[in-house]
């Protein structure tokens, strides 16, 4: 079974920066859909930005703060935030999807933004 495993969450101010790094516990097939999405408390799991093939798609929120790159020989994707706000405080997963459909999530790690 494959997994995601993230790191690189944690606490900063505002205006600061993060990576997050998510990486496939092994590569038994390649994962051609990988992003991020994020959730807080009492609200849906939103998309932050993600790999669908070739095309980058970002969350409106984020759009000129985050970037999303990958290594696909690894299964590997990373989001460089930058200019964090306190909005952007939230739960960060990794999510893939799998070539016969199926979704894949991460753990999970907390990102915290202070004013």
């Known amino acids: 079974q494959v997994q995601l495993v993230e790191s690189g969450g944690g606490s900063v101010q505002a205006g600061e920066s993060l990576r997050l790094s998510c990486a496939a516990s092994?590569?038994?097939?390649?994962?051609?859909?990988m992003g991020w999405y994020r959730q807080v408390p009492e609200k849906q799991r939103d998309m932050v930005a993600m790999f669908n093939g070739n095309d980058i798609i970002y969350g409106d929120s984020v759009k000129g703060r985050f970037s999303i790159s990958r290594n696909a020989a690894r299964n590997a994707v990373y989001l460089q935030m930058n200019s964090l706000k306190p909005e952007d405080t939230a739960v960060y997963y990794c999510h893939a999807r799998t070539p016969g459909g199926g979704h894949i999530w991460g753990q999970g790690t907390q990102v915290t933004v202070s004013s």
């Open positions: 092994r590569r038994a097939f390649v994962l051609n859909t």
